[in-house]
């Protein structure tokens, strides 16, 4: 069984910052692309940031210049630092990667979700 634990989110001022981490644990084989998405109240989830298991970044053009994405495959872990946050910024943020592991004896890829971290920015 793959599990992926969040950490970081937490109450923040408009302009402040705050480091999310994600690690993967369980029986994994490889870890393909990381990501980062978020669901605002009302709002469908969508995508902030994303990291290929090469270094290979992208984000949504709301968080560039402001959010980095990184990824440390020796601790199976994906970080999101997030600078200049914005009341906007505030909803769930769900970790994402896609893993090869080994289920009923078969090797098998999928995508796992972490439990999500609410990140709310407010003075």
């Known amino acids: 069984q793959v599990q992926l634990v969040e950490s970081g989110g937490g109450l923040v001022q408009p302009g402040g910052s705050l480091r999310l981490s994600c690690q993967a644990s369980?029986?994994?084989?490889?870890?393909?692309?990381m990501g980062w998405y978020r669901q605002a109240p009302g709002k469908e989830r969508e995508l902030v940031a994303r990291?290929?298991?090469?270094?290979?970044?992208n984000a949504v053009d709301s968080v560039k210049g402001r959010f980095t994405i990184s990824r440390d495959n020796a601790k199976n872990t994906v970080y999101l630092q997030m600078n200049s946050l914005t009341p906007e910024d505030t909803a769930v943020y769900y970790c994402?990667?896609?893993?090869?592991?080994?289920?009923?004896?078969?090797?098998?890829?999928?995508?796992?979700w972490g439990q999500g971290t609410q990140v709310t920015v407010s003075s």
């Open positions: 994402n990667a896609n893993i090869k592991t080994v289920r009923s004896g078969y090797i098998t890829s999928g995508d796992n």
């Open positions: 990291i290929t298991s090469g270094g290979i970044t």
């Open positions: 369980g029986i994994i084989l490889s870890i393909n692309a």
